[in-house]
């Protein structure tokens, strides 16, 4: 089992930047598939990026591709995400999110879930 808590949201203005960190609990972190999700006001929870155990594959949702960056450092249990040029529409609420079986984007193929941290883009 791992434990997950999201830190470094904040409230910003669009063009900025912003780097989330999240971190696990848990020897086992390197075995985990680590992704990011967030929920705006009103809508449901998308899949924002994710990446590999070890060789460092990653994944992006196509409207931040670009302007996001993941990374894991597994040798001190983090995973980062790494906002350049935010937007208003990046508004939500971040969540981190580990994930013991294949390389997924679908919320329903994680198991363990952090608390959120809040990310508002003021225009």
């Known amino acids: 089992q791992v434990q997950l808590v999201e830190s470094g949201g904040g409230s910003v203005q669009a063009g900025d930047s912003l780097r989330l960190s999240c971190a696990a609990s848990?020897?086992?972190?390197?075995?985990?598939?680590m992704g990011w999700f967030r929920q705006a006001p009103g809508k449901e929870r998308e899949f924002v990026a994710a990446?590999?155990?070890?060789?460092?594959?990653?994944y992006y949702t196509d409207s931040v591709k670009g302007r996001f960056t993941i990374s894991r450092d597994n040798a001190k249990n983090m995973v980062y995400l790494q906002m350049f040029s935010l937007k208003p529409e990046d508004t939500a609420v971040y969540y981190c999110?580990?994930?013991?079986?294949?390389?997924?984007?679908?919320?329903?193929?994680?198991?363990?879930w952090g608390q959120g941290t809040q990310v508002i883009v003021s225009s």
């Open positions: 999110a580990a994930d013991r079986g294949g390389f997924a984007t679908t919320i329903e193929q994680y198991d363990y």
């Open positions: 990446i590999n155990r070890s060789d460092r594959t990653t």
């Open positions: 848990g020897r086992t972190f390197s075995q985990y598939i």
